[in-house]
Nanobody
Framework: QLVESGGGLVQPGGSLRLSCVASGRTFSDSLPGWFRQAPGKEREFVAVIGWRDASPLYADSVKGRFTISRDDANNTVVYLQMTNLKPEDTALYYC??????????????????WGQGTQVTVSS
């Protein structure tokens, strides 16, 4: 089970850090990532942790503003540091995992173990 937290209301230009905690498991056998879904829109890829020598992957819309990382000590928490937030970042943010063999995919079909989401609202 994955549980997201850290969402909230923030002004444009502000920052938030989301957390995703794996309950009863670790991320040692999977790659965690983040998706988001705005009202009336499809769920879209945001970021996925890197694997082996590959760097994390990011959606073009968040590159340079968002950073995905994980707690390597316990490998049970993944973070999404979001800076310079924009109103268009407003969405429900979900954590999910994919397999090593599917690294590079940004499709929701290749991710599973979805959390319940945490709401991020960017508004003045």
């Amino acid at each position: 089970q994955l549980v997201e937290s850290g969402g909230g209301l923030v002004q444009p230009g502000g920052s938030l850090r989301l957390s995703c905690v794996a309950s009863g498991r670790t991320f040692s056998d999977s790659l965690p990532g983040w998706f988001r879904q705005a009202p009336g829109k499809e769920r879209e890829f945001v970021a996925v942790i890197g694997w082996r020598d590959a760097s994390p992957l990011y959606a073009d819309s968040v590159k340079g503003r968002f950073t995905i990382s994980r707690d390597d000590a316990n490998n049970t928490v993944v973070y999404l540091q979001m800076t310079n937030l924009k109103p268009e970042d407003t969405a429900l943010y979900y954590c999910a995992t994919t397999t090593f063999s599917k690294f590079g995919s940004t499709s929701t079909r290749d991710f599973g173990s979805w959390g319940q989401g945490t709401q991020v609202t960017v508004s003045s």
